[in-house]
């Protein structure tokens, strides 16, 4: 999330000048140190305001501490940067139990990092068994609140023999996800290349939230209400455009935080020309476009369900699939349209025009309510629809990490159910 900066700014554009402001002094930009920033932009309407700044792709980003040219340790934060870079824990769905989910209290330099879709006692052993120091579990091993660490829940034990070995466990999930070039780009992309869309468009979280624009009737009034609003600090950011050329009069206009509105409305209104002249807006989050939940494809070359069967069992590394021919569908007919979301994807799915779902899973009766609208479906079963991305994101990890720290992906590591 874009977070605001302590510290208070303002400019002052004359009517000569007349340029156009963009201060993004406010936005925390440790999230695009890398790759290098492009352009940000700024949106105007008569109601809304857009602070649009470009996320870093899932693939493309640079490292923070090391690369493969280098050597030496590495401490657990600095990994754990370098995690966020790839895929910012922001992206992920608010419900979800993402970031740092067990540290170790003694310290331990990052030497080798376990991938799972899935920690399971199998992958413990495992992780024991090499000298893990980071497990990377996709799905949080730790979601629901825990009043007790006993060793009859057995997640709860592979918190404790993680704690007791001194392995630190951090959870992705749908940061994953939702990032551009992440689990559903690369689920997507079995089918082959297309015009990729995302179905439901991540948002930025600026933390100006507000705007506040009022009339000031001269430089002292303008100086008065400035120094009142910067006591009020929490990251409010002023910027101040004269209103017309012939008018001693000044428009200004202020973006502020939530949490800032208030004790900045009660100075405006000690004043008599801003109180009687304030108006307030609600400012619109941004999209971060190409981030966000499942993948819709426009496929450059369709192909027929068959094909699509084929290509998904060689993309996911399986023998078997579950096909649910649509109403009216044989396996000759046509894809040209494919939906997707990884694991359990009905929420996501549900309503999309497309010829083919792809998911992990889906109920019965959402299964007939696709087939009834002439989708067919395919079900991979849950986790198999997204382990295959870890050996993607072995290779996008450790070029950025110290040649002295290993990635491995989990050989123990399997979806619970298989076709017998």
Known sequence: MW???RSLSWTVLSSISRKKLLNIKSLNSSLYSAPPPTKSHHFLTSRQSVYLQPFPNFSSVLCLSGSASCSGPMELKEVLEVLEQLAPL?????????GLLVEPSK?????TI?????????VMEEAEAVNCDLVVSYHPPLFRPIKRLIQKDWKQRLAIRAVE???AIFSPHTSWDSAKGGVNDWLVGGLGRGQVSVLNQALGGASHCQKLEFMVRNAEELNSVVEELKACGDGTTLQF???????????????????ALTSSVQTLLKHSTPSQSLSILKLEKPPLMGHGQGRLSVLDHPVDLTTAVQKMKSHLGLNHLRLALGAGKTPESIVSCVAVCAGSGASVLSGVKADLYITGEMSHHEVLDAVAKGTSVILSDHSNSERGFLFV????????LPDDVTVLVSKADRDPLEVV
């Open 107 to 111: 310290h331990r330099v990052i030497k």
């Open 3 to 5: 977070t605001g900066s």
């Open 241 to 259: 455009t004269s209103s017309r050329p012939d008018s001693s009069c000044v428009h200004v206009s202020v973006t502020c935080s939530d949490s």
């Open 393 to 400: 994101f072995r290779e996008r990890l450790a070029v950025r």
């Open 165 to 167: 070995a001194g392995i």
């Open 114 to 122: 376990l991938l799972t879709n899935d920690l399971t006692e199998a």
């Open 90 to 98: 922001s992206l992920a769905e608010s419900w979800d139990n993402v």
